[in-house]
Every structure is written in C-alpha cells, then in structure tokens.
C-alpha cells in the first residue's frame, strides 16, 4: 500500500486548517497544498475592512509564513496554478501547468469565485472583491482620487466596503435589488434594521431597484438603474455573492449541486475524498438539513474536521455546527447565529432609536437565531443555547438575567 498522502486543494482559511489540523492529530506523512494565486494563504475578513483604509499595510497580515508552512510543518506549497481536474479512480489531481498530484486523502477547499456583472470585462473601475488583488486595485483607485463611488449589493461585502470608503470621507451609494439589505441573511425584519444603520452613517442605500448598465467606453463613467435613474461613477465596487468553484470537478463524478455535496462527515459520496469551506454543502445534523455556509468559523472549523476524517475514515465523526457570522460596519459589530427561518423576531434590547439590539429568533417552542449590534458576549452565549437546543424561554430568560447584571454594574 502506498505511503499515506493528504492533498488539500484551495489555500484558503479551509485548507490552511486543514493542513494544521492534519498535523495537529499527529499525520506526519507528506502534504500538499495546491492554491490557485501565488499568494501564501491569509485572511479574507479585512479586505473589506481595515485593508481598504490608507494606513493599513499594503500586504495583509498572513496567517503563517512560508517558513512555517514548509519548514515547520513540512508542506509541500503548490501555489499559482489551479486544479483543473480531478481522477477519483487514479486519485490524482491535475494542474493547469499539467503537473499531476496523487493522493490517499483529499480535501477540497477551493472556496467560491465572486460573481460579476456581465458585459464589464473591459471597462477599468469596475471590480468584484474576492482575492487580495481585487482589494488592491479597489484601494489603489480609492487612493488615486476616485469621488463617485457606487457598489452593487448590500450584502455583507457591500455594506463592509461602503462603511471602510465612508471612514475614509467619501460618499458612496449602495444599489440593492432587493426591499432590505441581507434579507436572506437575517431576514427582512431585521434588514430593515440594518438598513438603518447605513442611514445614520450617512450611505445612499437605494432598496428595490436593480442595475440596468454601466455605461463608459474604455473606463466606467455612469450606472443606469432600472428605473431610469443615471448615476455618476468613477468606481463600481461588485458584490453580489459568489458561485462555489467546482468547474475544475465536473466529469469528477461528484455530485455538484450549489456546491460539493456531502453526507454529515464532509465526505464527497467517494473513498478518500472530503470537502470543507464555501464550496462544501453537506447535512448539517444540529439542524438534520443540507446547507452551505460562506462563513468564517464554519470555514475554520470544517477544515481540521475534513482532514482528521480524511486521514481515518473508520472513525470519521459527523460535523454539526450552529451558523455564526460577524460583519463590522462604521466600527459597530453585527453578529449572527442560527437560522434565519422564524415564526417570530422578537426585539429583546433595543428599539428602532436604539444604536445596539439584540434580536431572538423563533420557531416552535425554540430559540433558532439571534442577532445582535455591539452585543457581543450574549450572542456569543445564545449560539451554545442554540446548539443544545434550548427553549425559547430559557433564551428570553438568559437575556433579561444579563440585563439584570448589566443594569447593576453601571451603578456601581
């Protein structure tokens, strides 16, 4: 039988973890991380924050150097050129550069690629943000004078750029299909809520209207709305969500559907093949449904979980995890944990003039979701309630309990 080798497809935060996980749980064969940019893996999160503001530094901090990586925990970095294709029978990945990689345990973290609009391709100051070179050209534009800022899609890397370009003083004005910013996300009661926060901070939100073009010959000049509206723009910032990157796996014999399908292990349905991150969609048994989360901790979690399964499938465990995601606009902290699906979205701190609040979500006699501004440590709390399936009154009665303690302390 041949020596033990785990191959990691995606240097993203998935895969990083992976690797580390691997080595953590004591695998000490040979291991290969295949990424398509030349950049050693770093964190995506301050892109569209910190990154974008003047004085942030023009390289991102990674989360390990090459030293480390190679050195330290011996892996093999295959950087700059992507997997094309996948040989489930022959265990081997293929390259764009040609080379063949084999492998006993594979891990799939090839994460997803940002849409974008169609029929811009050639006009300069149009960028999605996916990659730390998209974060460098929309910073370089912002630092050499752009004034008309307009992003497509109040979503979470919308709303985070808008609320970086306004700290830096400029105005910018986001466009969203939809009636509320992050309906899908937390749904539209507390979208509207959200759209409040952008209000108070001086962004142009501009709810159920659509892009019909972007006009210009060489470089963007204008958007035009649906509604016949034609607004100035020197840069268009896109950010409508993202498709999981799978093309390389089609003729794989995997099954893709919105993603690499999974059973509660974060196996792909093949032997030695697992998947983890944005691209996996796999049974999620805390909540017994199929789901694919594009979320920071999930990517992290289900990275060390995919290899440690990978590398013993006799003893693979499932991967159960309640949903979990932050986003930090105009120095305020939006958290979410759960599940967005209510019966109710009950108020429990704050109200509409309040600038922190703490919403419950709630379906049958449970506590299924929760989402807060600047109410960090209690959501933080109300995920592990989640997890354990708690009643809704033990969630209520958790909340007013803090409130009680913080009341106290402040007339201490």
């Known amino acids: ?162 609320a970086a370009i306004r700290d830096r003083g400029l105005q910018v004005t986001i466009l969203e299909a939809g009636a509320v910013p992050l309906a899908r996300a937390v749904g539209e009661q507390m979208g509207a809520r959200c759209a409040e926060i952008h209000q108070r901070h001086g962004t142009v939100l501009r709810c159920g209207v659509g892009l019909a073009a972007v006009e210009g010959e060489s470089r963007v000049r204008a958007v035009r709305l649906t509604d016949g509206t034609l607004l100035d723009a020197d ?62 901790t999930t990517a992290a979690e289900q990275g060390a979980a995919a290899a440690r399964n990978a590398l013993a499938p006799a003893e693979a465990t499932p991967f159960g995890t309640v949903p979990y995601f932050w986003s930090d606009w105009y120095s305020q902290r939006l958290q979410f944990v759960g599940l967005p699906a209510a019966d109710e979205v009950h108020m429990v701190i704050g109200d509409a003039e309040s600038e922190t609040f703490l919403a419950l979500y709630r379906r049958g006699d449970r506590v299924t979701g929760a989402l807060g501004l600047d109410q960090r440590k209690l959501v933080m709390r109300l995920r592990g309630m989640i997890a354990a399936r708690a009643s809704w009154d033990e969630a209520v ?16």
Not at 275 to 294: C, H, I, S, Y
Request: aromatic fraction near 4%.
């Open 1 to 162: 039988m041949s020596e033990p080798h785990l191959v990691v497809v995606g240097a993203s935060l998935a895969g990083l973890r992976a690797v580390e996980g691997a080595r953590r749980v004591g695998f000490d064969g040979p291991i290969t991380l295949i990424g398509a940019e030349l950049h050693l893996p770093y964190d995506r999160p301050p892109l569209s924050k910190d990154f974008l503001q003047p004085s942030h530094p023009a390289t991102p901090n990674l989360h390990r150097t090459e030293d480390h990586l190679r050195d330290e925990l011996k892996i093999d970095l295959l950087l700059g050129s992507p997997a094309t294709a996948l040989d489930t029978e022959a265990r081997l990945v293929t390259l764009q550069n040609g080379q063949q990689v084999s492998y006993t345990a594979l891990v799939i973290a090839t994460g997803v690629n940002a849409r974008q609009l169609p029929d811009t391709a050639h006009l300069a100051g149009v960028h999605a943000l996916r990659t730390l070179d998209d974060a460098a050209a929309i910073r370089n534009a912002l630092d050499q004078g752009a004034r008309n800022v307009v992003i497509v899609g109040a979503g979470f890397i919308g709303s985070e750029v808008a």
């Open 235 to 296: 840069l268009v910032i896109v950010g409508i969500g993202g498709e999981p990157a799978t093309a390389w796996l089609e003729g794989s014999g995997l099954h893709l559907d919105n993603g690499v399908v999974c059973d509660e292990t974060l196996n792909a349905g093949v032997d030695g093949v697992y998947a983890a991150g944005d691209v996996v969609r796999w049974t999620n048994p805390v909540f017994g449904q199929q789901m694919r989360l594009e979320h920071w």
């Open 397 to 412: 009665e958790l909340v007013q309990q803090s409130q009680v303690v913080t009341a106290a302390a402040s007339v201490m």
